[in-house]
């Protein structure tokens, strides 16, 4: 089973950048498409972004499209997400995820069969 770490996460202002990192503990990871999601205290894990394993294909929620960028360095088992123009409703912990292969949009939580433990991301207003 994969283990999955996020780091990156930690205090900003509105309007500022954050880049996320979740690095994978096994070589398989650069075959398997990976996902970005978030969850704030009482509301849904909410789908943010996906990559395709080989990076050649991105996928955004619309409520972060032209804000986050998802991409990954398969040589360092990682995917990234470049969280930019942050506002105080992107507050949440933010997990990545390994997709269990499905055709199509990636957005929903239960292709997801592995997840990391989230890291926390706090946009001060």
């Known amino acids: 089973q994969v283990q999955l770490v996020e780091s990156g996460g930690g205090l900003v202002q509105a309007g500022g950048s954050l880049r996320l990192s979740c690095t994978a503990s096994?070589?398989?990871?650069?075959?398997?498409?990976m996902g970005w999601f978030r969850q704030a205290p009482g509301r849904e894990r909410e789908f943010l972004a996906a990559?395709?394993?080989?990076?050649?294909?991105?996928y955004y929620a619309d409520s972060v499209t032209g804000r986050f960028t998802i991409s990954r360095d398969n040589a360092k088992n990682t995917v990234f997400l470049q969280m930019n123009s942050l506002k105080f409703e992107d507050t949440a912990v933010y997990y990545c995820?390994?997709?269990?292969?499905?055709?199509?949009?990636?957005?929903?939580?239960?292709?997801?069969?592995?997840w990391g433990q989230g890291t926390q991301v706090t946009v001060s207003s």
């Open positions: 995820a390994r997709r269990r292969y499905e055709p199509g949009w990636p957005g929903a939580t239960h292709e997801y069969g592995n």
């Open positions: 096994e070589r398989t990871f650069s075959t398997y498409d």
């Open positions: 990559i395709s394993w080989n990076g050649g294909r991105t």
